[in-house]
C-alpha cells in the first residue's frame, strides 16, 4: 500500500555526510536494512539519511515518523509495510518477497524500520530471506526504543550504582501470546533490570510471572509511551501495579517497560521534565551514607 506522505526533496545533510564522511554506495540491486530509531528524527544516524537519499524504492514500517520520510529524494517510491499488533497488517514473507523483487528490478530498495533492525525488528528475518535469494544487503543499525526511549524519560539503561547487567525480552511470541518459552526465573534471579518491548498486552501476566520468580512487588517499574515524540508519556509505579496503573491511565502504544532499581534515577535524570524541581540523590547514596 503506498503512503500518504509524498516524497520530496533532501536538505542536503546526507550529500554533505556523503561527502566529508566518504560513506559507502548505495548500490543498485541491492538491500540496506536501516534503523530510523525510536521516534525522534535527530536520532536517525549519518548512514540512514544517506540512504535517504540514495533510494529508489523505500519501504517502511508503520512508526516511522512523517518527517523521516519526507526526506525520500523527489522519485523514489513509498511502500507501506507496518506491522501492527492486532490489526490487519503485510505478511512478513510477503515484505521479504517484496524487497527481493524491488532489488532484482535493479532498484536501490530501503527498508526503513522503527528502532534498530536487529532488536524485536524482524531485520533478521529480512535478511535471512535476502542472503537465501542472492540479494547484496547492508545493515544499517538505528537507536532502539529500549535505550533511546528510555534516555528520553531519564532513565538510564546501565548504572554503576544500580545495574551491571540488562536483559531485553519482547512481550509476546510470534503467535500473540506470552512467551512461555523464556526462563522466567533465570532472568528474575540474573538480571537487575529488565527491559520489556511490546508487552502492554500481557503486562499483568508477566510481571506475576517475574514476581512468582522472586522479583519483588514493589520493585520500581516504568512505562514510556510513544518514546522520544512530542506525545511521550512516562508513568512510574510497581511491578505489581504497573499493568493496573497503565490501564487506568490509558497509556497507548507502542511502548517500552523498565523494571529494576534504575527507574529510581529518574527523579534525578528527567532532562525533559515539567520543571520540577530534580532529586540529586534518587538512591538515597548520600543520606545513608550520613546516617549509615
Avoid at 166 to 194: C, K, Y
Wanted: charged share 20%.
Amino acid at each position: 500500500m503506498a503512503s500518504p506522505v509524498r516524497p520530496g526533496s533532501c536538505i542536503g545533510l546526507p550529500v554533505i555526510a556523503s561527502a566529508r564522511l566518504d560513506l559507502p554506495e548505495f548500490r543498485p540491486g541491492s538491500v540496506w536494512l536501516v534503523g530510523a530509531g525510536p521516534g525522534d528524527p535527530g536520532l536517525l544516524t549519518a548512514l540512514a539519511l544517506h540512504a535517504l537519499e540514495q533510494a529508489d524504492a523505500v519501504v517502511h514500517d508503520a512508526l516511522v515518523d512523517r518527517r523521516i520520510l519526507a526526506l525520500v529524494r523527489s522519485g523514489a517510491s513509498l511502500d507501506f509495510a507496518g506491522k501492527r499488533g492486532g490489526k490487519p497488517s503485510p505478511r512478513q514473507p510477503d515484505i521479504s518477497d517484496r524487497l527481493i523483487r524491488l532489488a532484482r528490478a535493479g532498484k536501490r530498495v530501503l527498508r526503513l524500520k522503527g528502532g534498530d533492525p536487529f532488536t524485536f525488528g524482524r531485520g533478521g528475518e529480512e535478511a535471512l530471506a535476502l542472503a537465501a535469494a542472492g540479494v547484496p544487503f547492508r545493515i544499517v543499525p538505528g537507536i532502539t526504543a529500549g535505550i533511546g526511549g528510555l534516555a528520553y524519560a531519564g532513565i538510564p539503561l546501565t548504572h554503576r550504582d544500580t545495574n551491571s547487567a540488562v536483559t531485553l525480552v519482547t512481550g509476546h511470541n510470534s503467535d500473540g501470546t506470552v512467551p512461555d518459552g523464556l526462563d522466567w526465573q533465570a532472568i528474575a534471579r540474573g538480571s537487575p533490570v529488565i527491559v520489556l518491548y511490546m508487552a502492554m498486552k500481557h503486562l499483568a501476566a508477566i510481571s506475576a510471572r517475574l514476581i512468582a520468580a522472586g522479583r519483588l512487588p514493589d520493585e520500581p517499574a516504568a512505562i514510556v509511551s510513544k518514546a522520544t515524540t512530542t506525545e511521550q508519556r512516562v508513568l512510574v509505579s510497581t511491578l505489581a501495579e504497573i499493568a493496573g496503573a497503565a490501564a487506568a491511565a490509558q497509556i497507548e502504544a507502542p511502548t517500552i517497560v523498565a523494571i529494576g532499581e534504575v527507574v529510581r534515577l529518574r527523579q534525578a535524570l528527567d532532562w525533559l521534565g515539567d520543571g520540577q524541581a530534580l532529586d540529586p540523590d534518587p538512591l538515597r547514596r548520600e543520606t545513608r551514607r550520613k546516617t549509615g
